[in-house]
Nanobody, 126 residues
């Protein structure tokens, strides 16, 4: 069974950067769709970015141009580089995978993602 463990969260001032990491216990991340989601207090979980097996990426409009999803297959790690952070980026960030698919479902279809990490907190202060 695939297990996902996130790390790299923390507190940063607006305009700063963080890099989140997600360690995948089995298979290389390039074997199936991987994605990042986030959930702010009192709000629904939302998709942030996804990466297909062929390297194709999709981003939520709110993070385009600021966030970059990537993966290191040798280390079995998925990354989310977050630049120009804003207070509205404050949330619990989750690593996720759809281990049945090589092409990622829409980021709006949370139920299609069958494997989740425990989350890492990102707090951006103004």
């Amino acid at each position: 069974q695939v297990q996902l463990v996130e790390s790299g969260g923390g507190s940063v001032q607006a305009g700063g950067s963080l890099r989140l990491s997600c360690t995948v216990s089995e298979y290389t991340p390039s074997s199936y769709c991987m994605a990042w989601f986030r959930q702010a207090p009192g709000q629904e979980r939302e998709g942030v970015a996804s990466i297909d097996v062929d390297g194709g990426t999709t981003y939520a409009d709110s993070v385009k141009g600021r966030f970059t999803i990537s993966q290191d297959n040798a280390k079995k790690i998925l990354y989310l580089q977050m630049n120009s952070l804003k207070p509205e980026d404050t949330a619990l960030y989750y690593c996720s995978a759809d281990t049945w698919e090589r092409l990622c479902p829409s980021l709006s279809l949370l139920s299609e993602y069958n494997t989740w990490g425990q989350g890492t907190q990102v707090t951006v202060s103004s």
